[in-house]
């Protein structure tokens, strides 16, 4: 979009062109993710029955990470967070093993955060 501006007193026109900012870049698909809202571990918890998963699997896939180090943390993350992002590690991590697609733990995600 332009505009226009007229010299009244020369009759002069001047066109600019910057009048409106350029649309915004869109978002890429992982910074609209981490726009998605944390889930509280009641969000995260009641959502597991909907999709047929149970606490207990998750803490099945916790209890098989590799390394003594690595597993202690995850467990101390899904036991003591006190909120989940999208994007954190764990949650990445646990989507992988149970196979989701990113859109398919988007849809989830979404739907958790209703509850």
């Known amino acids: 979009m ?3 501006e007229v010299n009244l007193a020369t009759g002069q ?7 409106f900012p350029a649309p915004p870049t869109p978002l890429t698909e992982d910074e609209a993710r981490a726009l998605l809202p944390a889930l509280t571990p009641r969000q995260l918890c009641m ?6 998963l149970s606490e207990a699997t998750i803490e099945g896939l916790i209890s ?3 390394g003594d180090d690595e597993k ?10 006190t909120s989940f992002r999208r994007n954190h ?13 990113p859109s398919e733990l988007d849809t989830i995600w979404l739907y958790a955060s209703t509850i």
């Not at 026109?13 to 009048?19: A, N, V």
């Not at 959502?47 to 047929?52: R, T």
């Not at 764990?90 to 093993?97: F, K, M, R, T, W």
Request: charged share 20%.
């Open 89 to 101: 590690p764990l949650v990445l991590s646990l989507s992988a093993a149970l196979q989701f697609e």
């Open 72 to 81: 202690l943390r995850a467990d101390i993350e899904w036991r003591k967070a």
């Open 13 to 19: 026109t001047t066109t600019h062109t910057d009048f």
């Open 2 to 4: 332009e505009r226009i």
């Open 64 to 66: 098989a990470i590799p």
């Open 47 to 52: 959502m597991l029955p909907v999709i047929g």
